[in-house]
């Protein structure tokens, strides 16, 4: 299976500021990795798609890099309603496998 | 507009078999490119994959779970159904149904493009 790794686990930070989150899988995935936003009580939402690409509707604050092992997501100006936790997956094989998240928190 | 609701017991016994139905709109699995899928997430902690179905019946599963999983699909009814044999307490999370959507209609797309609300089940004798 591959692992993905994300760090921080947490990170407090203040509206405006500039968040920047990994992901690592151990091994590589190429380009297939998503990023998901989750709120408290809510399902998740896809974020980022093939590392990159945004889906219709998400703000352009949110960017995302990388490929083979290494990936980024990054919100370039943090608003309030962007304080969640963030999840990286790995679309590359089965079995898919998530990384154990990235709590945004207030600063 | 696409939408998923999971439905199912809240609680069950240990030992007993875990029923849970996906039922979506705005989606068929009888499209080329379409898949559905369970994710479970238990309280606190991070989200787990385990299993999906494509549109071709093509039937995917996590392998340390897969004894005990079994997906299905009822496409009349825009339905997936999800069992889980041999519940324990460790089973215990939220569970959630998932769409993935290949537009071409040629790939086993593994991005879930749409989620639904999830359903809480507990197990507890």
């Known amino acids: 299976d591959i692992q993905m790794t994300q760090s921080p686990s947490s990170v407090s930070a203040s509206v405006g500021d500039r968040v920047t989150i990994t992901c690592r899988a151990s091994q590589g995935i190429s380009n297939w990795l998503a990023w998901y936003q989750q709120k408290p009580g809510k399902a998740p939402n896809l974020l980022i798609y093939a590392s990159s690409t945004l889906p219709s509707g998400v703000p352009s604050r949110f960017s995302g890099s990388g490929s083979g092992t290494d990936f980024t997501l990054t919100i370039s100006s943090l608003q309030p309603e962007d304080f969640a936790t963030y999840y990286c997956?790995?679309?590359?094989?089965?079995?898919?496998?998530f990384g154990g998240g990235t709590k945004v928190e207030i600063k | 507009q696409i939408t998923l609701k999971e439905s199912g017991p809240t609680l069950v016994k240990p030992t007993q078999t875990l029923t849970l139905t996906c039922t979506f709109s705005?989606?068929?699995?009888?499209?080329?490119?379409?898949?559905v899928g369970w994710i479970r997430q238990p309280p606190g902690k991070a989200l787990e994959w385990l299993a999906l179905?494509?549109?071709?019946?093509?039937?995917r599963y996590n392998p340390s779970l897969n004894s005990g999983l079994t997906i299905t699909k009822d496409t009349s009814k825009n339905q997936v159904v999800l069992t889980m044999t041999n519940m324990d307490p460790v089973d215990t999370a939220t569970y959630y149904c998932g769409a993935l959507v290949d537009r071409s209609g040629i790939y086993y797309r593994k991005t879930f493009d749409y989620w639904g609300q999830g359903t809480l089940v507990t197990v507890s004798s």
């Open positions: 179905i494509y549109w071709n019946d093509n039937k």
């Open positions: 997956q790995q679309a590359n094989s089965f079995p898919l496998t």
């Open positions: 705005g989606l068929s699995l009888n499209t080329n490119g379409v898949g």
